[in-house]
C-alpha cells in the first residue's frame, strides 16, 4: 500500500448515499492519504454513523482519522477552514462528498504535477459525471471580462483533445482539488463571508494568482461528481440565492482585474447548461482505472 504526504478533507451535510461511494473510492484506490478529515455538517440522516464505521475502516487501513460533529450546518468555507487549520500533511484536498476516485493513482499523478510546477498552489483534475458515457462536468473555470463564469468542457466528450493537456486557470472548483496546504499561511484561507458556499473556491484561487502563485487544470486526474448533491443540501431557493448573492460579492469585489481578462470564449457557452443536455444515459459507473 503507497501512502502520501496529504490530508483528504470531506465534509457531509447529509447525503450518506454518495458519502459512501467517496469513501469507498479512497479506500479502492492505489494510493492513500496519510489522514483524512470526516466533517459533520450537522447531518440529520445516517451520516455520524457512517463517519463512525469508516473512521475505523480507516484507522484500520492505516490512515490517520480526524472526525467530529458540528452542532449546526456551518457551510462550506467554515468548516473546510477548521479542518484545513488542523492539516500536518504537505498536501491537502478538498474532496466534495459527491465525489468520487476515477484515476488509480490520482493521489501520486497531483503531487508529480506539484513537483514539476514549483510555483503551483491550487490543482484541479478533470471533473466527469458518473453515468455513461461520462461527459466532462469541468476542466477548470474561465471567468469572462464581466465576471461571468463557465465551466471548460462541460458537456463535452471525455476525451475531447481540447482538454487533454494541463491548462494554467484563474478558477477552479474545489469539488476535488489538491493545494499546497501552507498556502494557508501564503495567501490565506477561504473567505468565510461567501457563506454558506458558492465562489468561495473561485476567490480563493483569484488571491492567490494575484499573489504570484500558480493554479491550474490537469487532466491527469479523472475524478466523478454527481455534481449539486453537496452545495444543494441547504435546499433549492437557498441555495439559489447564495448564487445571486455571492456572485454578486465576486464580481463588486474583482470587477477592475476581470477587465483585463481576455474573451476567451463567446457568451453563449456562458450560459448554465443542464446536465440533461448531455445525453447521458442511466447507467451509473464508479469504476477506478
Not at 456572485?247 to 463588486?252: N, P, V
Request: overall charge negative.
Amino acid at each position: 500500500m503507497s501512502f502520501c504526504d496529504v490530508a483528504v478533507v470531506i465534509l457531509a451535510h447529509n447525503g450518506e448515499e454518495y458519502t459512501k461511494y467517496a469513501l469507498d473510492s479512497i479506500l479502492a484506490a492505489a494510493t492513500k492519504p496519510w489522514e483524512i478529515f470526516l466533517v459533520d455538517n450537522a447531518s440529520s440522516d445516517n451520516t455520524p454513523a457512517l463517519f463512525k464505521q469508516y473512521s475505523k475502516i480507516y484507522n484500520q487501513a492505516g490512515i490517520k482519522v480526524h472526525s467530529w460533529r458540528n452542532s449546526e450546518n456551518l457551510g462550506c468555507s467554515l468548516a473546510r477552514n477548521q479542518a484545513w487549520e488542523k492539516v500536518s500533511s504537505r498536501y491537502t484536498v478538498f474532496m466534495d462528498n459527491d465525489a468520487a476516485v476515477c484515476s488509480r493513482d490520482w493521489l501520486a499523478r497531483f503531487i508529480t504535477c506539484f513537483d514539476e510546477h514549483p510555483k503551483l498552489r491550487i490543482l484541479g483534475g478533470k471533473m466527469i459525471y458518473p453515468y455513461e458515457p461520462h461527459p466532462i462536468q469541468c476542466a477548470g473555470v474561465v471567468i469572462s471580462p464581466l465576471g461571468r463564469v463557465a465551466f471548460r468542457g462541460r458537456g463535452e466528450e471525455r476525451q475531447d483533445p481540447a482538454y487533454q493537456a494541463f491548462w494554467p486557470a484563474w478558477g477552479l472548483i474545489s469539488a476535488c482539488w489538491m493545494m499546497r496546504t501552507d498556502l494557508r499561511d501564503e495567501v490565506g484561507y477561504l473567505d468565510e463571508s461567501f457563506h454558506p458556499v458558492q465562489y468561495e473556491d473561485l476567490d480563493l484561487c483569484l488571491r492567490t494568482r494575484l499573489a504570484g502563485w500558480e493554479v491550474a487544470y490537469t487532466p491527469l486526474v479523472e475524478m466523478y461528481h454527481f455534481e449539486g448533491m453537496t452545495t444543494n443540501a441547504v435546499g433549492d431557493v437557498q441555495y439559489q440565492s447564495n448564487i445571486a448573492k455571492n456572485s454578486l460579492k465576486f464580481r463588486e469585489r474583482y470587477h477592475e482585474l476581470f477587465k483585463t481578462f481576455p474573451d476567451e470564449l463567446p457568451a453563449e457557452q456562458f450560459r448554465w447548461r443542464n446536465s440533461a443536455e448531455f445525453g447521458m444515459s442511466n447507467k451509473l459507473n464508479l469504476n477506478i482505472r
